[in-house]
């Protein structure tokens, strides 16, 4: 059975992480595992006497929280559980997933770290540059409908981008969501736009073909590109937004300029399709 790997520290947003990653698996049909790295930190209210470094406290706790949300979740034969894992966070939240070959991460933007909130948490970022299946990241402050209604898709000129359509095809599909494609043009070349152009509109015939409803298509372009998506996700009453990321198990600042961007503004959740390079 597929499975959905779900990073829990008992912050906030992890909390809230759960509860969307539960309407997936009941949705996929998939197994739900929760993953618990130790840390000593701030957490949600109701956890804050969590001692992390004893193993049955954590084990009573977990049992605590699975017994809350078991109502919820009611996958057919389906298993939902947790892992305790030690070690550096990120690093353990990947390796289960690879040993789970889950299909998806749903975790929190920020946890008990008491990073700041303009910034995308240290351990959210490692896991969406290097993860290897799709990785939805949520916000406690995010506005949106858990049946995703409407999905966002940026559309550029790379490979990566054009690679992330049919697992845009297959979200959709799965929630009967219509998508939105928003063609970002970074250059003020005049034959740039218009191969963006060309490239929404190829976007959205293969949608269509697909049973999907395109609802809109747009391009937009210049210095404030990145502002003017966000903006344009919140116009559109966004669900979801889905954007590639090539994992190369390096931190470098090619992610930063749009997919932080993203992460940190976007008023929906953000999920990102892992592309491998050729």
Request: net charge positive.
């Given at each position: 059975?597929?499975?959905?790997?779900?990073?829990?520290?008992?912050?906030?947003?992890?909390?809230?992480?759960?509860?969307?990653?539960?309407?997936?698996?009941?949705?996929?049909?998939?197994?739900?595992?929760?993953?618990?790295?130790?840390?000593?930190?701030?957490?949600?209210?109701?956890?804050?006497?969590?001692?992390?470094?004893?193993?049955?406290g954590?084990t009573?706790?977990?049992?605590?929280?699975?017994?809350?949300?078991?109502?919820?979740?009611?996958?057919?034969?389906?298993?939902?559980?947790?892992?305790?894992?030690t070690?550096?966070?990120?690093?353990?939240?990947?390796?289960?997933?690879?040993?789970?070959?889950?299909?998806?991460?749903?975790?929190?933007?920020h946890?008990?770290?008491?990073?700041?909130?303009?910034?995308?948490?240290?351990?959210?970022?490692?896991?969406?540059?290097?993860?290897?299946?799709?990785?939805?990241?949520?916000?406690?402050?995010?506005?949106?409908?858990?049946?995703?209604?409407?999905?966002?898709?940026?559309?550029?000129?790379?490979?990566?981008?054009?690679?992330?359509?049919?697992?845009?095809?297959?979200?959709?599909?799965?929630?009967?969501?219509?998508?939105?494609?928003?063609?970002?043009?970074?250059?003020?070349?005049?034959?740039?736009?218009?191969?963006?152009?060309?490239?929404?509109?190829?976007?959205?015939?293969?949608?269509?073909?697909?049973?999907i409803?395109?609802?809109?298509?747009?391009?937009?372009?210049?210095?404030?590109?990145?502002?003017?998506?966000?903006?344009?996700?919140?116009?559109?009453?966004?669900?979801?937004?889905?954007?590639?990321?090539?994992?190369?198990?390096?931190?470098?600042?090619?992610?930063?300029?749009?997919?932080?961007?993203?992460?940190?503004?976007?008023?929906?959740?953000?999920?990102?399709?892992?592309?491998?390079?050729e």
């Amino acid at each position: 059975m597929k499975k959905i790997i779900v990073p829990l520290d008992f912050s906030e947003t992890s909390l809230c992480a759960l509860k969307t990653a539960i309407t997936i698996a009941n949705k996929l049909q998939a197994d739900l595992s929760i993953v618990y790295v130790a840390q000593k930190e701030k957490y949600a209210k109701g956890y804050e006497q969590l001692d992390a470094t004893s193993g049955q406290g954590i084990t009573a706790l977990l049992d605590k929280l699975l017994l809350e949300h078991r109502q919820e979740y009611y996958v057919a034969g389906g298993k939902m559980d947790y892992k305790v894992r030690t070690g550096i966070v990120y690093e353990e939240i990947i390796g289960q997933s690879k040993y789970d070959d889950a299909v998806m991460i749903v975790m929190g933007s920020h946890g008990v770290s008491g990073i700041m909130k303009s910034w995308i948490g240290g351990n959210a970022y490692r896991v969406l540059c290097t993860a290897q299946c799709p990785v939805l990241v949520i916000r406690p402050d995010m506005q949106y409908s858990e049946r995703f209604n409407r999905v966002v898709v940026p559309v550029e000129l790379s490979k990566a981008s054009r690679y992330k359509i049919p697992a845009v095809g297959g979200v959709c599909k799965l929630f009967g969501a219509k998508a939105t494609l928003i063609g970002v043009r970074r250059s003020g070349i005049r034959a740039i736009f218009n191969r963006i152009t060309t490239s929404v509109h190829q976007v959205e015939k293969f949608l269509v073909s697909k049973g999907i409803e395109v609802e809109k298509t747009t391009v937009l372009s210049g210095s404030d590109v990145n502002e003017q998506f966000i903006e344009a996700i919140q116009l559109q009453d966004a669900d979801l937004v889905m954007i590639d990321v090539t994992p190369s198990g390096l931190l470098t600042d090619r992610f930063r300029p749009f997919l932080i961007t993203l992460v940190n503004s976007s008023k929906c959740p953000v999920m990102a399709i892992p592309i491998k390079e050729e």
